[in-house]
């Protein structure tokens, strides 16, 4: 049992909250997941560790409420306790030696895993610019602690009510053509936003990171839902990832993996309503 001990409400879907785990907090490091199960009958969800305090033993996880157990999840308060979280799991990002500019970028949710990435690389001196996409003003989260780890943030929004109007590929390219030379960009978000971005930075020949969600199941490699071809190869984001060379990852193919279950989502989304 793990209890939570802090919880916050990031906007109308998106949670954020802290949980009592200190064997994992022990170990985290940023690029790493946990897999949680809320109760004895829910279903297990992968969500990246978003922080950690090794001192007072806790993570943070951020999450959007958008399905049965990630509801669940949202439901329950400072206090109460998460059934199972299993972690750290994953591959750590790793960055060689010498990368002294990084552009972080994160897309919706997709910020909660861009943030621990921004915050490892300014903690090590690297000078860090961050970009944060979102549709629309409402839904933007973790400004200001986006604003505590970098050098500059760029806020951008579909609909222009906050930040700048566009997308987050715009505003790299803006940053780019100024004569700005990134070691390394590191994608997190929706799968078509990490796909272009990674398309343009192939360009500029610049070493892409991106850090891939496909359907997880048990997260040690056994059941193979999570598989994903990388440079003409098979790869297991539980294990092998979840960061690849975006530049060898097969987009598409992801895609259409992501959608294999739409049907029942939908249909459960309609149950629900």
Do not use: W
């Not at 998106?14 to 690029?31: H, Q, S, T």
């Not at 997190?188 to 892409?208: D, H, Q, W």
């Amino acid at each position: 049992m793990f209890r939570i001990v802090k919880k916050r409400k990031l906007n109308k879907l998106v949670f954020l909250m802290e949980v009592e785990a200190p064997l994992i907090a022990k170990k985290a490091l940023a690029g790493q997941f946990i897999i949680f199960r809320a109760d004895e009958r829910g279903e297990r969800i992968p969500l990246t560790i978003a922080d950690y305090n090794r001192e007072n033993g806790t993570i943070t996880i951020i999450f959007q409420a958008v399905g049965k157990s990630t509801q669940a999840l949202s439901m329950l308060n400072e206090g109460d306790y998460i059934l199972d979280v299993v972690g750290p799991l994953g591959v750590p990002t790793h960055i060689d030696e010498g990368v002294k500019r990084a552009c972080i970028i994160g897309g919706g949710v997709g910020c909660a895993i861009a943030y621990p990435q921004a915050k490892a690389l300014f903690n090590k001196g690297v000078i860090v610019d961050v970009i944060a996409g979102f549709r629309n003003k409402d839904i933007v989260i973790l400004e200001d602690e986006f604003k505590a780890v970098c050098n500059e943030l760029v806020i951008t929004t579909d609909d222009g009510s906050y930040g700048k109007k566009g997308f987050v590929t715009d505003a790299l390219k803006e940053f780019v053509d100024s004569g700005r030379k990134y070691d390394v960009v590191i994608a997190i978000g929706p799968v078509p936003m990490m796909k272009f971005v990674s398309k343009l930075t192939r360009e500029y020949n610049i070493k892409t990171i991106v850090s891939l969600n496909p359907i997880m199941i048990d997260g040690t490699g056994m059941c193979g839902g999570c598989r994903v071809t990388v440079g003409g190869k098979v790869c297991y984001a539980c294990v092998d990832g979840p960061d690849f060379d975006g530049h060898e990852v097969d987009f598409d193919e992801l895609m259409l993996r992501n959608r294999t279950y739409k049907r029942y989502e939908d249909s459960c989304k309609l149950m629900q309503d």
